[in-house]
């Protein structure tokens, strides 16, 4: 039997935005599977570094899938619509970057994806490097 390969999402345990996600990172690494990592609202905790035990379980998690899986990427996903993070696009991108920084520093060398879910459902890349978009 083959070794499985992974690939990692932190998204929001909102079931509207899992399978589009998933799809998009199966595409992009053409991996065998995606280890998701389910928060409500996961990027306004890991920018706001709050509740405490909810950030400790996404990096306990995602520690897992970087050592016992060997996923060698992460994607932050942030959307419309999330009950409870209902802030317009721009005030989550602001945290995807805060989020995106925080898991970088604790995590160097995983690959970082930055992503937006809008109201189609559809994910759209943010363009990330350390807290600044690419201008």
């Known amino acids: 039997m083959s070794e499985k390969s992974f690939v990692t999402a932190i998204n929001c345990m909102d079931g509207r935005v899992q399978d589009c996600v998933n799809r998009w990172l199966k595409n992009l690494?053409?991996?065998?599977?995606?280890?998701?990592?389910?928060?409500?609202?996961?990027?306004?905790?890991?920018a706001a570094g709050e509740p405490e035990f909810m950030l400790t379980a996404i990096q306990s998690c995602l520690a897992v899938s970087t050592e016992k899986h060997r996923s060698e990427a992460v994607a932050?996903?942030?959307?419309?619509?999330?009950?409870?993070?209902?802030?317009?696009?721009?005030?989550?991108?602001?945290?995807?970057?805060?989020?995106?920084?925080?898991?970088?520093?604790?995590?160097?060398?995983?690959?970082v994806h930055l992503l937006w879910v809008d109201k189609n459902w559809q994910v759209e890349e943010i363009i990330y490097k350390m807290g600044k978009t690419d201008e």
């Open 29 to 46: 690494y053409q991996v065998d599977c995606v280890d998701v990592i389910t928060a409500p609202g996961p990027v306004k905790i890991l």
């Open 76 to 111: 932050i996903v942030a959307h419309h619509d999330c009950a409870v993070n209902p802030l317009p696009e721009e005030k989550q991108v602001e945290q995807l970057f805060l989020a995106g920084d925080k898991i970088s520093q604790n995590f160097p060398g995983l690959k």
